[in-house]
Every structure is written in C-alpha cells, then in structure tokens.
C-alpha cells in the first residue's frame, strides 16, 4: 500500500450530486484487468465521461472545463457496491485528493483513508449549500485542514469540524502505512497465536 | 459478566490489541484470495521483500474475470490471462492453496469456501470481495476488504479495522409458497434502503431464518453489503452442523463432534443489547423484483413502481435518472414486461438449491424464443451435482445451455455481457447501471421468478408456476 501524506489542501470542487454512486460507475469491473495500481484514472465514471461510441460525453462534469480542482463533492451514500479499491485509486489516479459527501459506504471509507484520499463527511444540509454554491460559482474554493479537522467553504467563511479516526489521522499526517505499523507487531501476533483463547 | 452478542464474542476474541482512539488489530482465520484484487497485493510484498506470514490460512480461486466456456483452452483476453497467470505464480511462489481453472475444486470463491469446509462456525474470514459477507451464514464474521487490506492479511495475517455498530434483523412468521430466501433479503433491503445498515454487522434471527437451509442463508447472508452493511451472520445450529457433518473432509478438523460442542456456544447471549433492532413478519414478503439501479430500488413483483423516491422526494436527480436508465416510469407495473435475458449463477444464487429450484418450473416446458439464457453454477462441485441429479439433461430438454462454473454476468468482466439497452432477470446481486455491461438493464430476482421469465419470456409472477402438488419450496 502507498505512502501519502496529506496534511493542508485548498482548491476548487468537481460537483457530482448523485445518491448512491456506486464502485461500477466509479470504475466498471471489465476495467480491473490491471496487476498495478496506476492508470485507472482514464476510466474514472467511465460510462458517463464517454458515450457509447467512445466519445466524451459534453454533458458529464469531468467534460466540463468549467469544473476542476482535487475535491469531488458527492452525492449521499458514496461509493456503496463492490469493494474494489480499485475505485479509490482511480480518483485518487485522476488528481482528487479528498472526497465530500454526507455519507460514505463502510469499505470506499477504509479504501479511501488506505490510500491517502480523505473522505469528508459532512452534513446532508451543507451538502446541499455547497452544490449549489459550486453550481452557480464553479470558482468556489474551499479549505481542508487535516491537523485541525476543519472543512472551509472560502468564500462564506462555512467552516465545520470533521470527524477522523485518531490513528488514521496520525498515518495521513505522517505519511505512515498500517502494514509498518502490523509488522512491528508480528511478536504479539505469534503469542496471540499460541494463546488464542478459544470462542466463549 | 456483561451480555454480548454473539458478533462481540468472535471480534473480541480475535482482538490482537486494541489502538486507543484506534482501530483493532484483528486476527484472520481464514482469508480467501482470487484474482481480480490480489496482484497489487502480492506486488506489496515484493517490494518490501517480505513473505507470506501465514500461507496455510490463505485460499485462491480463479473466478472473476474466467470465461465460462471453453476453459480448457487458454484464455483469450489477454489482460485476463495475466491476472490469472499472475495468481498461479503468486500461489505457487508463496505457498498458496490455489484451486485454479480446471481444477475439480474451482469456482465462485462463496462457493467454494464452505463446500470445501474452509468456512467454519466462529471464524474471522476476510477476502477482496464484498460479497465475503456470504460466510456469515455459518456463525462467522466475514466481511469484504480492499486489497491494501489484503496486503495486510498476507503479511501479517492481521488488519486495522474500526468495530462495527450492531444491527440484529428478526425475522418471524410462515413464507409463502413461491417466496425463497432470496425474496427475504431483497424484501429487507427495500425496507431500509441500500445503506441503511451501513456502519453496522447484522445478525439475523427469528424463526423464519431457523428453517433455511444452509444454502438459503448464505443468500441472505451475501446480500448483506446491499444494505450497506458490513457483514451479516446467523448463529450456527443444528442445520449449520448438519451441513458440515455431510462434507466429505474438514481441512483441520479431526474431531467434529467435540467442535460442534465448541460451536453450539457461538450466541448471542439472551440479554444481549444491539445498536439497532428491526423485526420483520415473513408472511407478507412476496416475490420481489427491482425497478431501479440499486439493491434497495426493489418491490414485490405484483407491485407497481413508487411515485416517489424512499425519501418521498418525487423530483429527486437521482430516483429520476435511475428510472430513465432502466426505461420505466413512476406507476409503472412491471408483470408481463417483456425481457430478453435470464442469468442464473453467482455467489448469491448459484449454489445446488438454486439450481433445482429452477429446474422445478423449467421442467417440461421450453424456453420462450426471445430469451437468451446463462445458466452458470458457482463452482465444478455444483456442476457436477447438476450432472448427477439430471439438471443438466433436464435444462438443455428446455432449451438452455449451461455454462462453466465462475462469476460471469453477475459483473460482466468476461465476455459473459448483456447487451446496451436489454433487459436480464438476475439471480446476482447488483442492479447497478452497467454492472451486467454497458447499458445493460438488471432486474434482480430469485431463481424461481428467472425461470418463470425464462420460459415466459416477460415478468411473471411465479407464483402463477406452483400449484399444491408442485411445492416449490426452499
């Protein structure tokens, strides 16, 4: 697993105000046939970036020049399906850096805080002010700050706290990996495995 | 002692350590592995130059991107093959159990797994695949991962996780004749909604849930991430037990009897506090099907689609985009649409009882003309109980071929597509736009209400198949 620190990000919002986006739609499985995890980027929402001919389809927010920047702000129930993690890495791929929605599914959550992408959740009433705030300013910048947890929409001064797992927020600040964390603890798992108590 | 759920009691014991203002270090028992999210893994411990930490409790198949005729032969997308080679060296440079193509054992990894007696009551079971959940049907937790996750397994046989809130679903009262387990849990998901389990492990109770079979719970059990749950499990009880007596080994297991001693303890305590508590009545679910493009987009299939969406938000972008997908309207009924696909298979329903259930409406009669079929079983093994009990003969008398066993339609990474724009009746698990290929229309039911499809040719409640003398019950 990559080593991705993340620590202050200030940038403009790709809107995607969609419920329930699902992995299939943020990379569909005849797309996973790679053995690395580069390169997914090119088929992020792959069926509704392009039409069923192949060409960019006008009408998606990744085709319009209008919209850019490393935060995509979501719909409700982000990334819900298949536990690909090939989904986080194709955002992550394409240039996001954090993902906003009021709700994420479980496995895109542990996928996304894996791999460096922060996952933001705020409220389903701020949700809404945003998008529509993004879709009347495409310029509309906000401000993420991971040590203080602060989530800032720049030009209303909308500022919220967001949540963070302690430990998860120490790795992303540090550019630190679980797997480091496990293997420095494989004495105690071999004694966990000799004195593994049985199911009471 | 404080009362736990029988969830608490397989985490906790599988705690490691617990992080303060962390995750929990769990302990895996059994991590199943196949090819589609494992390379990128495998790859980790490359470049760290480490070894597999626990190879004896890892498992591989082949299943996802396998085409599903002609296996023999070598596979022709290229990108596939890759994946699969990559596995065979993967399994073989670290030690890895690895029941590949061709080999009698392979299929569907939640097939394979408990008809090969690697599944066992009061495990922890992990595995890149977030139908993992499957397993939870014999008392244990069980629950899909992402492959940075399953680089920590392989090397450590250990990951971080946050301990899930606790959801217990109840389910009382008598099914209806025509309604099978895969109506239960397509019926609760309608409920609460895709994610309304999400953030919580399900335990499944009640009467109605202790006369499945084995086979009906792992239906329910697989479907759980459909809620948005992580995991959902079933005590085990005499039917888990007997299931297990039958298998011909247990791969670590000498001594079955003074096991199943062990496992008859795997409850939740009577007095047992969860999160969250629903309780459904059994005898008001009917056949379902869905109209839209998730799993909670569902409704019983004399129904009519709802004007609204859950939220009872008429105009919502989303519940409007999902009907324009699938090429309905709000109001619409759905008996008697024309189709012009039936899939078969997967990990939900492609499992012996599926397979004879549909055989109980097929027999006899022929396919209609404008269907296209695939009839794909979930492993070799249930292939091969097909062929013994006749299945085979009996759906190719009906106009149906079936296939090699694998993952196939259910997510359409090999050829096994349906095409832009065509409607399929599925047995999987997903009604995702595009899921089943570009543009293709899922309508998820049970394999009785495909085979009613099958050989109408159009939505069709399958109730109007089961007379008293042809009890279709499973």
Not at chain 1, 42 to 55: A, I, P
């Amino acid at each position: 697993m990559p080593k991705v620190k993340f620590d202050i990000l200030e940038s403009t919002c790709v809107p995607l105000p969609f419920e329930n986006v699902d992995t299939d739609q943020i990379i569909p499985a005849r797309f996973l046939s790679a053995t690395s995890r580069q390169g997914f980027g090119d088929n992020l929402f792959r069926d509704w970036r392009y039409t069923k001919t192949g060409e960019k389809n006008g009408d998606f927010v990744l085709n319009n020049p209008a919209f850019g920047g490393k935060v995509l702000v979501a719909g409700k129930n982000f990334g819900s399906g298949s536990s690909r993690e090939h989904a986080v890495w194709a955002i992550f791929d394409y240039g996001f850096r954090a993902v906003v929605s009021s709700f994420f599914a479980d496995i895109f959550m542990n996928n996304a805080l894996n791999n460096g992408l922060l996952p933001i959740v705020i409220s389903d009433d701020l949700l809404k002010k945003l998008h529509g705030m993004i879709q009347k300013n495409p310029d509309t910048k906000v401000k993420i700050d991971l040590e203080k947890q602060t989530f800032t929409i720049l030009s209303t001064g909308d500022s919220i706290r967001f949540d963070i797992n302690p430990y998860k927020k120490e790795c992303l600040l540090k550019g630190l990996d679980d797997i480091d964390f496990l293997l420095s603890m494989k004495s105690q798992i071999t004694s966990f495995e000799n004195h593994k108590i049985l199911v009471k | 002692m404080k009362s736990k759920t029988l969830f608490d009691k397989i985490w906790d014991s599988h705690v490691v350590r617990s992080i303060e203002d962390g995750p929990d270090v769990l302990y895996i028992d059994r991590h199943y592995i196949h090819e589609v999210t494992s390379p990128q893994a495998f790859n980790g411990l490359k470049e760290r130059g480490i070894p597999v930490f626990r190879p004896g409790k890892t498992i591989a198949t082949a299943d996802h991107n396998i085409p599903t005729k002609d296996q023999h032969l070598a596979i022709r997308d290229l990108q596939s093959r890759n994946q699969v080679d990559r596995l065979n060296e993967n399994c073989k440079k670290y030690g890895i159990e690895l029941f590949g193509l061709n080999d009698p054992k392979n299929g569907i990894v939640h097939v394979i797994g408990p008809e090969l007696g690697y599944t066992l009551p009061g495990m922890t079971i992990v595995c890149g695949d977030s139908h993992t959940s499957t397993h939870g049907a014999f008392g244990t937790i069980a629950f899909g991962i992402g492959t940075s996750e399953v680089e920590m397994v392989l090397a450590t046989q250990c990951i971080l996780q946050p301990k899930p809130k606790k959801m217990r679903i109840t389910l009382e009262g008598e099914l209806h004749n025509g309604v099978t387990s895969k109506d239960i849990v397509m019926y609760i998901i309608s409920q609460i909604s895709a994610s309304g389990a999400t953030g919580y492990f399900v335990e499944y109770a009640g009467s109605a849930i202790k006369r499945l079979s084995m086979e009906s719970r792992m239906t329910i059990c697989n479907m759980s991430i459909e809620m948005g749950a992580r995991g959902g499990l079933m005590a085990p009880d005499e039917i888990t037990f007997e299931y297990l007596r039958k298998l011909p080994s247990i791969p670590g297991i000498e001594d079955l009897k003074s096991s199943v001693n062990e496992w008859k303890k795997l409850q939740s305590d009577t007095d047992a506090v969860f999160d969250m508590d629903l309780k459904f009545n059994a005898g008001i679910i009917k056949p379902m099907i869905t109209y839209g493009t998730n799993p909670g987009m569902g409704m019983a299939i004399d129904d009519s689609i709802p004007l609204s969406d859950m939220n009872g938000n008429k105009a919502s972008s989303s519940f409007i985009k999902s009907l324009d997908y699938m090429g309905f309207k709000p109001g619409m009924k759905l008996l008697g649409h024309p189709i012009d696909y039936v899939f078969i298979g997967s990990c939900t329903n492609g499992r012996i009882e599926d397979f004879r259930a549909f055989a109980q409406i097929i027999k006899g009669r022929r396919k209609a003309d404008n269907i296209t079929a695939l009839i794909v079983p979930g492993s070799k093994k249930v292939e091969a109980q097909m062929l013994a009990e006749g299945l085979i003969e009996l759906y190719k008398e009906a106009g149906f071929e079936v296939r090699q066993p694998g993952c196939s339609s259910c997510l359409a990474m090999n050829e096994d597509k349906i095409p832009q724009g065509k409607y399929a009746v599925s047995t999987s698990n997903r009604n995702f736009e595009g899921r089943q290929g570009p543009g293709a229309r899922t309508l998820l039911a049970s394999p009785l209400t495909a085979a009613a499809a099958a050989i109408t040719g159009r939505i069709t409640d399958p109730r109007e198949f089961i007379t008293e003398e042809l009890k279709v019950k499973i």
